[in-house]
Each structure stands twice: as structure tokens, then as C-alpha cells.
């Protein structure tokens, strides 16, 4: 890497995490952007689409060339649907650049696991094997400056898995007990229509899809699997709900001893310590998606049930920031040596 700031690339700058890249990398004091990039809109200004970026950014959207990006930039974002990713990754590494992914289509360490639940063909294995699970907190420091391609964690499993894992780890729950119930503002399913996330299907609803079937269960049970040391099965259901950001993803397990809430607090305090962007909620307080919305900030509360012996996790995150853009910035933070929270200071937005 050259020059005193190090240059990066946005595939998919016109979606919703593309621009949510570009609102964090814009206060980056190590980063420039040199190139946001469209495979529908290149030539045109980004503001076309997007007039909260007039004057802001200002340079017209390039096209999808892996050479010619690599001829600007240092590290790429992809922040491209899955199966579109799969295509453009080999390109871009062959190209010589650091890639940073944010689909789904490089987490899944099987690839025949992967075309069971995305539906597409699998990336090479090789590549699956080189990909960098980077869920900041918990593998973080697999990330380092050789990482080539980082695979950014979907927005379910980063809210679930930094909310199970300290109780995993530590041997506190059941590995079989576990039961998510997820939901998730519309913003998750990107910026194109859809009947789903249409108005008028969605004002006043709330609506529950894919039970069983969606493709981030394999990727909670990857990481489940490998903290307990066994194969993790976990029931998880998602709903959509009328708001535009924000996931809660609400847990329940069974304890395996007498543990209270406080005991739970200490045990999440000790395990994120110094980690700045989860935060742990005092005994019997639960936090709320507006808590964390704009900012990359995880928060997680506890209650445990004496009569039932099990215990019931609450964690939110903003979907497009710590369950998309943030973490993948995060990650970029920690593959160059920074501070993980360069770029990442802001404050939730509230009300
Ligand atoms: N939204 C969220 O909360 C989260 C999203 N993700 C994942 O991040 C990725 C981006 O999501 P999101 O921003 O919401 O999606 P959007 O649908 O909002 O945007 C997708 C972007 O991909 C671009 N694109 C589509 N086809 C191609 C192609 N063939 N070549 C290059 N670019 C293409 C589109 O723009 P154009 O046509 O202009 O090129 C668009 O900018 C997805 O994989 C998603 O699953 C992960 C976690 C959370
Ligand atoms: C609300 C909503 O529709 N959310 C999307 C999140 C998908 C996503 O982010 O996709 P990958 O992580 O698999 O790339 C969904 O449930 O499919």
C-alpha cells in the first residue's frame, strides 16, 4: 500500500450498504475514497439516486472493471447481492486487491452447505478456505494485514452470535436448547421493491418468513458449532417489522446451573472488556433497536427464569452499521493495525 491514506473501492455504492459505506468512510481520517462503483449507473453522479449526497460526493460512478479498480484502490468493499459477489471476488483478488465482502457468499466454510441454503453454485473452496470470518469480537484477531478476503458477517448472526457466545464459551446454556426469535427492519432486504417490503404490505404489520429456511442458520451454526465443540442445531425464525432499521434478536437456552442475571452481566462484562462496541445492559434492563440505530454499537440485556432454569438474551444492532458497513469497516480497521474504532465513533441517532 502506498501514499499516506489508504485508497478503497465500493462495489454496490448504490445500495443500502454501499452508502452506508460511504457515510462512515467519509469521516475516516485514514481512508480516501477513490471510486464508487455501479454495474447499472456508471457515468452518472451517485447523487442521481441519492440526493443526501449532493456535493458530497462528487465524483461519477465507475463501472465494474477489477483492473481498473485495482489501478485506483488498495481494498475493495463488495457490497454486492450473494451470487453476484461469488463472481466478482476471484476477479478482484486476482486483481491484487484486499477485499472486504458483505454478502453471504464467502461465510459458509462448505460449499455444498452453501448451495443448499443460498441456491447459487459455491465459490471455489479454495477461496471459502481463505475467507476471514470477521466477526470483530469474537475472531477478530484472525484478521491481520496478510487477510486477503474478509467475509463480513450477516446482520442475524452478528446481533445472535455476539449475544450466545460469552454463554457458550463459558459452558453457561445448552448447546441443543437454543431458540432465536429475530426481527428486523426493512432496510435488511436491500433497496430494491419487493412486494415484502412494499407499504402497504408492511405499514402496520408484522409479518414472519423463511421459518426453517433461512440461509443465515447455517452460518449461526457454523460459529455455534465451533465454540462448543459439538454440531449445533438452533430454531430460528425472522420477522419483518414496520420500521427501517434496526435488528433485535431475542434468545432463549437453557441454563446449566444456577446462574442469575448479575452473574450473566459479569460473564458478558469480562468477555467483551475493551471491546467498545458491545455493551452490556445491567440486570433486568433490555435495551431497544433505537439505542444503537445509526452507530455500530451492539447491546445486550439478560433475564433469567428460576421456574424454567433458562435464560433469555436480548442483543440489537443497526443492520446497515454494525450488521453491515460498520463491522466491514471495523474489519478493515483491524486487517491495517488501526484502533477498531477508527471511522466508527459516531453516536445512535435518538429519538
Ligand atoms: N441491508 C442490510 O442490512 C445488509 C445487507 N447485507 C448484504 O450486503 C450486500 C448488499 O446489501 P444491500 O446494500 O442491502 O443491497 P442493495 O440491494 O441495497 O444493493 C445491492 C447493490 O449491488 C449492486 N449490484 C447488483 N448487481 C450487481 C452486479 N452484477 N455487479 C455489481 N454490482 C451489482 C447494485 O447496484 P448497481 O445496480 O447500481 O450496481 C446495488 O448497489 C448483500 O449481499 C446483502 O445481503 C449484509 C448484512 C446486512
Ligand atoms: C429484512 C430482510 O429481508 N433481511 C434479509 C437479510 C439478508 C442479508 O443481509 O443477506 P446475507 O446476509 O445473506 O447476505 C433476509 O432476511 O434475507
Known amino acids: 500500500m502506498s501514499g499516506d491514506k489508504v485508497k478503497v473501492a465500493i462495489v454496490g455504492s448504490t445500495g443500502y450498504g454501499g452508502v452506508e459505506l460511504i457515510r ?7 481512508v480516501e475514497i477513490v471510486s464508487v462503483i455501479s454495474a447499472s449507473s456508471a457515468g452518472s453522479p451517485i447523487s442521481d439516486g441519492f440526493p443526501h449526497l449532493t456535493d458530497i460526493v462528487v465524483q461519477p460512478l465507475d463501472g465494474v472493471d477489477a483492473e481498473q479498480i485495482a489501478a485506483k484502490a488498495d481494498v475493495v468493499f463488495t457490497a ?9 471476488v476471484p ?13 453471504g457468499d464467502f461465510r459458509l466454510k462448505d460449499g455444498a452447505v452453501y448451495e443448499e441454503w443460498y441456491k447459487h453454485e459455491a465459490p471455489e473452496d479454495n477461496l471459502l478456505k481463505q475467507a476471514v470470518y470477521g466477526l470483530c469480537e469474537i475472531n477478530g484477531d484472525e484478521v491481520t494485514r496478510s487477510s486477503g478476503l474478509i467475509s463480513n458477517p450477516g446482520c442475524y448472526p452478528t446481533a445472535t452470535l455476539l449475544g450466545l457466545i460469552p454463554a457458550l464459551s463459558a459452558g453457561w446454556i445448552d448447546p441443543q436448547s437454543i431458540i ?17 417490503t412494499h407499504y402497504g404490505e408492511i405499514n402496520e404489520n408484522l409479518k414472519v418468513y423463511k421459518i ?3 440461509q443465515h442458520i447455517p452460518e449461526i451454526e457454523q460459529s455455534l458449532s465451533a465454540v462448543a465443540g459439538e454440531q449445533v442445531t438452533v430454531t430460528f425464525t425472522t420477522h419483518l417489522v414496520p420500521m427501517t432499521r434496526g435488528i433485535m434478536s431475542t434468545m432463549y437456552a437453557s441454563l446449566k446451573g444456577e446462574y442469575t442475571e448479575a452473574d450473566l452481566v459479569e460473564l458478558y462484562q469480562q468477555y467483551y472488556e475493551g471491546r467498545k462496541f458491545v455493551r452490556v445492559r445491567e440486570a433486568g434492563k433490555w435495551p431497544a433497536t433505537k439505542e444503537v440505530l445509526g452507530s455500530n454499537y451492539c447491546d445486550i440485556g439478560f433475564a433469567v427464569d428460576p421456574r ?10 443497526d443492520n446497515v452499521v454494525k450488521g453491515a458497513a460498520g463491522q466491514a469497516i471495523q474489519n478493515l480497521n483491524i486487517m ?12 445512535p441517532v435518538y429519538p
Open 80 to 88: 454486492t447481492p450473494s451470487g453476484v459477489s461469488a463472481k466478482l
Open 91 to 103: 476477479d478482484l483478488l486476482q486483481a491484487g486487491l484486499k477485499v472486504i465482502d458483505l454478502s
Open 336 to 347: 491495517m493495525g488501526w484502533d477498531e474504532t477508527t471511522g466508527l465513533n459516531l453516536s
Open 212 to 214: 426453517n429456511k433461512h
Open 308 to 317: 424454567t432454569k433458562r435464560v433469555t438474551i436480548v442483543s440489537v444492532i
Open 24 to 30: 462512515f468512510l467519509l469521516g475516516h481520517p485514514e
Open 180 to 196: 432465536i426469535d429475530a426481527k428486523s427492519g426493512v432496510s435488511g432486504a436491500g433497496r430494491g421493491t419487493s412486494l415484502m
